[in-house]
Nanobody
Framework: QVQLVESGGDLVQAGGSLRLSCAAS????????MGWFRQAPGNERELVAT???????SYADSAKGRFTISRDNAKNAVYLGMNSLKPEDTAVYYC?????????????????WGQGTQVTVSS
């Protein structure tokens, strides 16, 4: 099994910054894409940013220019730097990883999610 543990969520004022972290652990062979999603009350979960194992990134329009996704492959970790935060960024942020694991039957590919970390931006 694989566990993703997020940290870094907090209450900040509009215009402030936060850095979210997510570390994966378990029987990991390798990790393909990693990313961040968020879900605000009453809304569907939406993509914020993704990053491939090679470092290619993509962002939602709402995140472009303000958020930066990065990863440390040696630590199986992904990060989300968030600047110029707005009240509409308030949500639970979830880490995501597409992971290859090995068991007695071979290598498996699965998607895993963290438990979420709350980001609240006050106006």
């Amino acid at each position: 099994q694989v566990q993703l543990v997020e940290s870094g969520g907090d209450l900040v004022q509009a215009g402030g910054s936060l850095r979210l972290s997510c570390a994966a652990s378990g029987n990991i062979v390798s990790i393909n894409a990693m990313g961040w999603f968020r879900q605000a009350p009453g809304n569907e979960r939406e993509l914020v940013a993704t990053i491939t194992s090679g470092g290619s990134t993509s962002y939602a329009d709402s995140a472009k220019g303000r958020f930066t996704i990065s990863r440390d492959n040696a630590k199986n970790a992904v990060y989300l730097g968030m600047n110029s935060l707005k009240p509409e960024d308030t949500a639970v942020y979830y880490c995501y990883a597409n992971v290859l694991t090995r068991d007695a039957w071979g290598v498996r590919e699965n998607n895993y999610w963290g438990q979420g970390t709350q980001v609240t931006v006050s106006s």
